[in-house]
């Protein structure tokens, strides 16, 4: 036993050199003493030969424990029978610590009386151990203080935002019983002439309108502010948006004696963004100005501009020549709860949520909102907004980007392999894996479907052949949900070594009756830009070609219709290769399967984009030639994955 | 008279409605649940169905989509009605086979113009 509170233990060979070393053992001793941590030593033997007060205080080390008398295993028997490491057998701990200590480790380990040790050892060098202990109580207890706090603050916002929801479906529904029977009132009364009836009814009717208004708005800002504001991205038509948007701020505009320009190129064409917050925004700066504007002009200017660093955007001015504002009224107008002076919503009305909304909205779209105004000359709202959307979430806000075609970051695909087969997963894993795609696996089509419905991946290799539902039935599945269609899908099946290879042509189908929106989709996939561009569409029912045919022109684009396949394969000897075509399967004199074929052969339409139009329920024999025409096909059994790696990376950069 | 199907489960909102479509010179049939609705699509043919979105017994979506399957209705052009102006439910409703889309509280103008647009009806 020692007198000191803090021992160096010291072999027969140093003992004999103690007056030279003594002063090192000093200073080794006021070093340990003067760490925070509780330090201990062992030899090779696994002897105590160095340690601090911590130590024996973090551990309530009796004194005759601390020497050489005793090794690394007596301590942990005596500590476990101590109940030191709770109810477990003594020796598979002891078993478990000795295999440890050939290593580098660190763990943690909460005492009977509540703290909590961490524990470093580290092997040194010529055998030995160091073992170091601090005490980690305060850091976790204010971990866990942490934890629960941010999980109350996410609790009572996830309640709050429940509230908010369900709240405004609540005050929606009498709202509307109160707008609906004034507007029927009205129209009564106005039937009899009694017209001093309707100003009243119309009255009740506009509050009603207002008093909405300022729900939406308040709901709006409260799921901004939650994070819950979606961004759902689509192509959007500028010139329709601005003839939508027009329809709307007209009455506006009139009312209070306003010209309304509009100042829009005809060849403004189209920008992915989320069209309702762009109109809602839009209409937000419109109706600002019509408010603040008499007799006077509010412009609506929309033109594409080029920035210094070569991105583009989009940008919307709304120029009125209303009451303008002062500088400092400028710096209040994008904050909640505030107009630019707290007289004008006595004067105008409104929520003063407007333009906090908007700009929100315009960060959420990766873009920004400006304002230039003197008082007396009216104001510019501007929103710029990039001409490429990659969807941006508002500050501080997590709102979920709704965006089933985003890219994905180069370098991190995510490809789901559906096989019931183990060996397809091992050997996509051993291949794929190791070019940097992320592959995620699904053993069946429900888990598939739930795989993907839970995080899209970016491609998905789906088999044919599998219980529970077949490859066909998941894809089918896959298209007709919006968050998952535009998913690629490569299919594996077995098939003969001639068919091996891919027809990437037609990597879609469509199931009819059409969805207008789809097929809307479809075409912006296959043919980007080209403005000028023939979409030819082989239908025998000319109800369907005509359906198409005003779908396609409202978008743009060239109609050319054939009747059945023989007539598509001459309108295509005889012209130029169109940008798609749409194509059905069921038809008299050549069907869809036969000009497939035949089209097939002819090696300039071999990259010709086919969309086949089919009913919902395919036949055998029309899923296995689908199979082979319509989709990526593999053969599993030959040598698929240099095919497949070179048809993924094309899959992803048609994709991108 | 030019038949419609309201399909809506809000008697207020039934009653509104279904008022001021026969004070456009429309006939109204009135089914309060989604199962009703797909019933009576068959039994009566009407010209146009009106379908709110949230319903009791079969929602609006499956209603609808139960209307496209059956080649006896697949022809008649539904148009949703959704308190919830959001683009996702717009396109769910395309999606579950809508022709058309409109908005709770409803604008009789707006709702008008699109029935008459996919009737062939002069405004």
Known sequence: MRPEISGVEMGENAARDEMDHGNEATLLRATLENMSQGVAMYDARHRLVIWNQLFRDYLDMPDEFLGTEHTFSDYIRYLGERGEFGDVDIEVALAQRLKQLETHHRFERTRPDGTVLEVRRDPVPGGGFIAIYTDITERKQAETKLREAKEAAESASRVKSAFLANMSHELRTPLNAIIGYSEILSEDAADEGNTAMVADLDKIQAAGKHLLGLINDILDLSKIEAGRMDVYLEQVFLSRMVEEVKTIVGPMMTKNANEFVIDCPVDIGTLRTDLTKLKQSLINLLSNAAKFTKQGTVTLRISRVTQVDGCGTVRFDVTDSGIGMSEEQMGRLFQAFTQADSSTTRNFGGTGLGLTITKHFAAMLGGAISVASEPGKGSTFTIELPAETRAAAADGSTGAVLDPGAPAEPGAITVLVVDDDPAVHEVLAATLGKEGYILRHARDGVEALNIMRADPPDLVTLDVMMPKIDGWSVLGIMKSEPALEHIPVIMLTIVDDRNLGYSLGASEYMTKPIDRQRLIALIHKFAPGSEEGVVLVVDDDPQVRALVRQTIESVGLHVAEAADGAEALAWLDAHRPPSLVLLDLMMPVMDGFTFLAQARAVPKFAELPIVVLTAKELTDHERDFLARNTLLILNKSAQPIGTLGAALAHIASHNR | ?123
């Open chain 2, 1 to 123: 008279m030019t038949k419609i199907l309201l399909v809506e489960d809000n008697e207020m909102n039934r009653d509104m409605l279904s008022r001021r479509l026969s004070r456009n010179g429309f006939e109204v049939v009135i089914a309060v649940n989604g199962q009703e609705g797909v019933d009576l699509a068959l039994a009566e043919k009407p010209a146009l169905i009106l379908m709110d979105m949230s319903l009791p017994v079969l929602d609006g979506w499956e209603a609808t989509r139960r209307v496209k399957a059956n080649p006896e209705t697949a022809g008649i052009p539904v148009i949703a009605l959704t308190a919830h102006a959001m683009a996702k439910d717009r396109d769910d409703a395309m999606a579950a086979g809508c022709d058309e889309f409109d908005t709770k509280p409803v604008e009789m103008p707006r709702l008008l113009g699109k029935i008459r647009a996919l009737l062939g009806l002069p405004d």
